[in-house]
């Protein structure tokens, strides 16, 4: 989670806090969507009160990275742009924005209602621009494999927003069953029929998809010669996951004959109520942050063994708690919200 959300936990708070002591009874019924389109599609964006207001106003806080939602942008009064009128429509209570999307466009847009001299706002809606880059290099790969390896090929993920997924086929022919994590392609207990030719697209699910260069070139063989285990593609070495979640944690060893593996935890036991080995690596369910440390997978063979060290990364969720100093404010008078935030290590928003 970036710098958008926590700005939207802000701005979601200090709506709620002069909705309660400032307005009375007006409130937000309706929030402005985030939005990612590709460039010359046209969007709307609305917003709607509890109560027909005296007027309405958009605000435009423009980006200098277009394609990031989560880009920092400062929320402050030098940094916005007043959307002019012609852009908007009033429906009573709702107000629509039209929006035709390119660079200059791209930011965060933030409804604002006025009642006589009071105003409430929105919170701000993130609209960016989808793009899908191609593959990074990455080589190919021929390899000769026993009977009863996992096998694990996975082609480098590509700039994307939003965030691609990778799609495998095998002799061109999409694999609806075979096992996906991470973006990874698992292949577990190959037999003879796993024989043949892998390759990948990355689709965002708006923009074109895209093909990588790289190929696996597959062979299974039953009597292949004795090997100590080796791998394939080098597992990563960092994962980081939030509290609660679900991790994968990938190592695959190849070898003949078929390697063993034993994960350990160092300085530390495995959490064993919440994991489960399964053929590719390693699944911890519901993590807490007990879980944080060093992983090592240790695969064995009659021939010589190997192992990959991989370190988990615990996080939580920005929590933002306020609390108001005083409770009755007239219009015009200071209003001191003291807000702490817990949670993962983020720059600061400034919101006015």
């Known amino acids: 989670m970036g710098d958008y959300e926590i700005t939207s936990i802000f701005a979601v708070l200090l709506t709620f806090f002069l909705k309660n002591v400032l307005t009375g009874s007006e409130h937000v019924i ?124 996975r082609c480098a993920v590509p700039k994307s927003n939003p965030e691609a997924y990778i799609q495998y086929f095998k002799d061109g022919q999409f694999l609806n069953h075979t096992d996906v994590k991470m973006n990874s392609l698992i292949l577990p207990n190959v037999k003879e029929e796993d024989t043949g030719v892998y390759t990948c697209i990355a689709d965002n699910g708006i923009t074109d998809s895209v093909n990588s260069s790289a190929k696996l070139n597959l062979r299974i063989v039953r009597n292949g010669p004795s090997r100590a285990p080796y791998f394939l593609i080098e597992p990563k070495d960092v994962y980081t996951i939030l509290k609660g979640k679900t991790v994968f944690l990938e190592c695959t060893a190849i070898g ?64 933002v708690d306020c609390h108001m100093r005083e409770t009755s404010v007239k219009v015009g008078e200071n209003l001191d919200i003291d807000c702490s935030v817990r949670g993962m290590k983020t720059k600061m928003p400034i919101i006015l």
């Open 30 to 153: 309706s929030n402005p969507e985030p939005v990612t389109l590709p460039a010359k599609f046209s969007t709307l964006l609305s917003c709607e009160m509890s109560s027909e207001p005296d007027r309405f106003m958009w605000k435009f806080y423009p980006t200098d990275d277009p394609y990031n939602p989560n880009a920092y942008i400062d929320l402050s009064n030098i940094s916005f742009r007043v959307v002019p009128e012609k852009q908007y429509t009033k429906q009573k209570r709702k107000s629509e924005l039209t929006l035709h999307l390119d660079a200059s466009a791209s930011g965060d847009y933030q409804c604002l209602a006025f009642y006589g001299t009071k105003a409430l706002a929105s919170v701000p809606s993130r609209v960016t621009m989808a793009r899908l880059e191609p593959f990074p290099k990455q080589n190919s790969l021929e390899e000769t494999v026993s009977v009863g390896n996992t096998v694990t090929w």
């Open 256 to 319: 003949n004959p078929v390697p063993k593996v034993i994960w350990t935890k160092q300085k530390g036991q495995l959490p064993n109520n919440r994991i489960e080995t399964l053929k590719g690596g390693l699944r911890i369910r519901d993590v807490s942050s007990q879980d944080e440390g060093v992983y090592i997978c240790n695969h064995t063979n009659a021939y010589g063994t190997i192992s990959h060290r991989i370190t988990l990364v615990y996080n939580e969720e920005p929590r």
